[in-house]
């Protein structure tokens, strides 16, 4: 069992940065790979980042990409997103995800575990 509290959201100016923590309960957080996604007023669930148990292998999704980094502390049972460059179209609630069936968790069906999820807001 892995529970996740995410922190770190809050009101941003277009082109600012965010960094939000995702803290797991437990002793097996080095074994989970963990993922952040967002949720838009009115859409889906969408996939941000990835990181593998290790930190070894990380992936992020096209709207992300080259502006957002995902990192991992196993000491402090931590994961990262490091925001920047946001943009308007970034506001949503980032939700942090754990999962052990993939290496890296890409999907919403690869998460066995949910944080409830931290408000980002990027106001233009």
């Known amino acids: 069992q892995v529970q996740l509290v995410e922190s770190g959201g809050g009101l941003v100016q277009a082109g600012g940065s965010l960094r939000l923590s995702c803290s797991a309960s437990?002793?097996?957080?080095?074994?989970?790979?963990m993922g952040w996604f967002r949720q838009a007023p009115g859409k889906e669930r969408e996939f941000a980042a990835g990181?593998?148990?290790?930190?070894?292998?990380?992936s992020y999704g096209d709207s992300v990409k080259g502006r957002f980094t995902i990192s991992r502390d196993n000491a402090k049972n931590t994961v990262y997103l490091q925001m920047n460059s946001l943009k308007p179209e970034d506001t949503a609630v980032y939700y942090c995800?754990?999962?052990?069936?993939?290496?890296?968790?890409?999907?919403?069906?690869?998460?066995?575990?949910w944080g409830q999820g931290t408000q980002v807001t990027v106001s233009s």
């Open positions: 995800a754990a999962g052990t069936s993939r290496a890296v968790v890409t999907s919403i069906r690869d998460a066995d575990y």
């Open positions: 437990g002793r097996t957080f080095s074994t989970y790979a």
């Open positions: 990181i593998s148990a290790s930190g070894g292998m990380t």
